[in-house]
């Protein structure tokens, strides 16, 4: 069965840093684009930022361009977020998934940003 093993999450300053990490225990890894969405108290599931398969191209939402970094091994099946320059709005659980979102979803890892 697929699974998608979220972590890396935790309290943190504004400004602050993490990195995110997705395990995924799905075939054929590599030849999918993979994406890190987050769901802030309230409001929608959103996308953020998304991987080709073979990792030469990415995108982000306007709203983390130049703050969030995705990167991918595909050897491990792993997907991975750097996420700085944090925000009290950042706060949110994140999630990976395909994008578009095709798998059953995992629990998250909660980021929470505050003083």
């Known amino acids: 069965q697929v699974q998608l093993v979220e972590s890396g999450g935790g309290l943190v300053q504004p400004g602050g840093s993490l990195r995110l990490s997705c395990a995924a225990t799905?075939?054929?890894?590599?030849?999918?684009?993979m994406g890190w969405y987050r769901q802030a108290p309230g409001n929608e599931r959103e996308l953020v930022a998304t991987i080709t398969g073979g990792g030469s191209s990415t995108n982000y939402a306007d709203s983390v361009k130049g703050r969030f970094t995705i990167s991918r091994d595909n050897a491990k099946r792993m997907v991975y977020l750097q996420i700085s320059s944090l925000k009290p709005e950042d706060t949110a659980v994140y999630y990976c998934?395909?994008?578009?979102?095709?798998?059953?979803w995992g629990k998250g890892t909660l980021v929470t940003v505050s003083s």
């Open positions: 799905v075939s054929i890894f590599s030849i999918y684009t």
């Open positions: 998934n395909r994008a578009p979102a095709t798998l059953n």
